[in-house]
C-alpha cells in the first residue's frame, strides 16, 4: 500500500520535470497507474469481506507517536475504488479534453498528486499522517482548480478553495492532536477504540467542534460551501473527480470513519444533523436559479453532502447504510452528468442551458448516456439512485420525535425535488427539442470522450438491477466499517408499497412537473444574485479585505524601509520586555566591589572607545564616521586580547577591516546626511539611548553577583576533544555541536544572495510600470 500511495507522487514529479518531453498522442498511456491500482485494490475485495484488515506500518517520527501507517478495510477500499476507477475514467478523458494543451503534462501531473494524496486520507491509520495528505489534497486542487493561470477568475477561486480549506484543515490537525492527547495515542484504530475514554472527556466538545470545522470546510457544507461552486472555473475533468468521488467526500469520509469513537453523542449527532439539514436545502433551492450547467452540478453537489452529513447524524444502521449506499450513487451519476456537461462545453463552447437544446441528433450515444444517469439522479426504479434514496426516506421516518421527524422528511423531499430538477436541466434539456444551426455540424464523438460517462451511467443502473452484486462485494464491508457491527440490512430492488416508495414517486413526479412547467432564465438568476450581499461568501470578502488593510498599515508601520526605524522598534521591544522582567521578578544588586583594579592600558583603550563613539555620533563626514567605528571595533579586538580571546580577537579584526572596506566602496551610492531639526525626534532618541543602555548597565551589574552556572561550559569543554577531536573549543561549538545551524545559516546568505542577485538583475519596461 505505500508503494501504491508513493508512486503517485514519484509519477508526479517525473511528469513536472520530462512531461514536456511526451507527445499529446501518448498522454492516454498514464491511465495504466489508475487502472492497475484499481486491480491492486481488487484483489483484496475477498480478505476484506472476511474482515480481514490488510495493514502496513511504517514508522516515522516513533518518539511522538506520529507513523506512517496505513490500513484498508471495507470503508477504505469502498474509497479506494472510487477513485482509482473514476480516476482512470478521468485520465482517459483528459487525454481527448485537453488534447493539444500546452500544460498537458502539468495537468496530469497535478492530477496524479491528488489523486495519490486521497489515497493517503483513505488509507492512513494515523491521526498526522491523514492530516499530511488531508492538506496535500488541498494543495494540488490548488494547482488544479487554477489550472488555466491567464484566467484571473481561475487564480482567484483556486486561492479561495486553498484558503478555506486550508484553514479547515489547521482546525482539524488542532482537533485531532487534542483527539490523540485525550487517548494517549494517534493511531485511529486506537481512538476507535477509546468510545467511552473519548466522550466522558472535559475535551470531548472542543475536539469534535476542531474535526467539524475541518470536515465542513472539506465537504462544502454551509456556510463554508461557497468555495465549490467558485471552483467551477477548473477544467470539467477535475470538476467531474473532485465533486464526484475525491475531495468533497473527505469530510464526509472523515466523519464516517470517526462515527465510531465519536459518534452517538447529543453533540455529534445533532450538530451532523441540523448543518446537514440546512446545507442540503439552501443548496438544492440555488440549484433552481443556476443557468451555467457546472453551476446546477456545483449546488446540487453540496445538496447531496449535506444530506450524507445529516444520515451521520440520523446515525441509526439503517441511516448509516443508507449513507455508503448513496456515496456510491452520487459517485456515479456525478462524474457521469459532469463529463457529459464536458462534452457539451467543449463541442458546442457554450454551458449555458437557456440556449443548449437538440443536441440528441448529433450526440445520440451521449443522449443514452444522459437519461441513463439521470434515471440514477431523480432516484427511478431499478437504479442504485432509487435504492439510496428509498433507504435515506426510511432514515428520515425513524427519527424519533414526530415534529422532528416530519420536518426533516419534508425537507430531504424538497431537496430531493430540486436535486431532481437539476438532474433534468443537465441530463435532459440540452438533448430535446430543435437543434440550433450552429450545432449541427458537430463531429462524431472520441471514444476517449465518450467512453467514461457510457461506462459510469451503466454501471449505475447495473448495480441498481443487481444490488446484492454491489452489496455483497463493496457497500456491506463498508458499512461494517462504520457501524462496528455487523447489520442484517440486504439491499432489495423492491421493497414493497409502502411510505418510503410513495415518496420516492412524489420526487420523481414533482421534479419532472417543476422542469416541464418552470423555465429556466437569466433574469431568476440575476434576482437570486441580489442576495449576494447577505451570503457567507461576502463575510469572507469583508474579512479578506480587512486582513489586507490591516497587512497594509502593519507594513507601512513595521516595515517602512527605515533601518533607524527597525533598529529603534527592536531596542524598544527589548526594554520593555527584558526591563519588565528584570524588575519585577529580579532582586536588583548593584555591588561595585567585585570590579577589579582597572590598569592602565585598559583605561587607555576605554577612553579611544568613549572618543570615537562621540566622533562618529557627531561627525557630519561619512568617512569621519566610518573611521571612529573601525577605531571602535579594532578597541574592542584589544580588549579581546587582553583577556585571552586571540582566535575571536582576529575574526574581529577580520570583519571590522571588510565592513569598513564595504562602507567606503558604497559612499557615492548613499545620499547626504540628514540633520534632524526636530527637537522631538532628537529627545526621543535620547531617552531610548539612555534607556537602553541603562538597562545593559543594569543586567552587566546584576550578572556580576549572580552565580554562574557552568555546567554547559563544562559539557563543551570536557567533550570537546573526546567527542569532536578538537582542541579549540570555540571552533568545535561552530562545526560540530551547532554544525546543523551553520549550515543554516549559509543557506540564509545564499538565499539572500539570490535576491540581491534577482533584484539587480531584473530590468523593468517602462510600459510595465504603473
Partial sequence: MFGAVIAGFLISLGLLLFGKYIKSKYFFLLALYPISLFAYFSGFITKINQQLDIVYRSEWVPQYGINLDFRLDGLSLMFTLLITGIGSLIFLYTHKYLYGNKHTDKFYAYLTMFMSSMLGVVLSDNLIALIVFWELTSISSFFLIGFNTEDEKSRKNAQLALAITGIGGFFLLTGLILSGNIIGSYSIQELLQSRELLHNSPYYLPAIALIFLGAFTKSAQFPFH?????????????????????????????LARLTPAFG????????????????????????????????????????????????????????????VVFIVAHALYKASLFLITGIIDHETHTRDVTVLSGLREVMPLLFGAGILTLLSNIGFPYSLGFIGKEMIYESTLGISGPVLMWSIAAVTVISNIFIGYSGYQVALKPFVGPIPEKFEKIKPLSVFLLLPPVLLSVAGIFYGCFPYIADEILLKSATLSVTR??????LKVWHGMNLTLVLSILTILAGAALYIFRKQTHRQEEKMELLDAVKPEQLYNYLKTGVKRLALFYTQVMHNGYLRIYIMTIILFIICVVGYKLFTEVPIQINTSSLSTFRLYELTVFSIIIVAIMVTIFTSS??????????????????????????????????????????????????PFMKYARATIVTRDLLIAVAFGTLISIITFQALVSPAEKEVSRFYADNAYLAAKGKNVVNVILVDYRGFDTMIESIVLTIAALGVYSLLKLQIKSSDKE
Fill in 226 to 254: 461557497f468555495w465549490l461552486p467558485n471552483a467551477m472555473k477548473a477544467p470539467t475533468p477535475v470538476s467531474a473527480y473532485l465533486h464526484s468521488a475525491t475531495m468533497v467526500k473527505a469530510g464526509i469520509y472523515l
Fill in 264 to 323: 452517538g453523542h447529543i453533540y455529534w449527532n445533532t450538530t451532523l444533523l441540523i448543518v446537514g439539514a440546512v446545507t442540503m436545502l439552501y443548496a438544492s433551492i440555488n440549484t433552481l436559479y443556476k443557468t451555467d450547467l457546472k453551476g446546477i452540478l456545483a449546488y446540487s453537489t453540496i445538496a447531496v453532502l449535506g444530506m450524507l452529513t445529516m444520515m451521520l447524524g440520523i446515525g441509526t444502521d439503517l441511516a448509516l447504510k443508507g449513507l
Fill in 485 to 490: 457491527h455487523f447489520t442484517d440490512l440486504p
Fill in 622 to 671: 561619512r568617512l569621519t564616521a566610518i573611521a571612529g567605528m573601525t577605531i571602535v571595533g579594532y578597541c574592542i579586538c584589544l580588549m579581546f586580547v587582553f583577556y585571552g580571546a586571540p582566535d575571536l580577537a582576529m575574526t574581529q579584526f577580520t570583519i571590522d577591516t571588510l565592513t569598513s572596506v564595504l562602507f567606503v566602496l558604497v559612499l557615492f551610492k548613499l545620499p
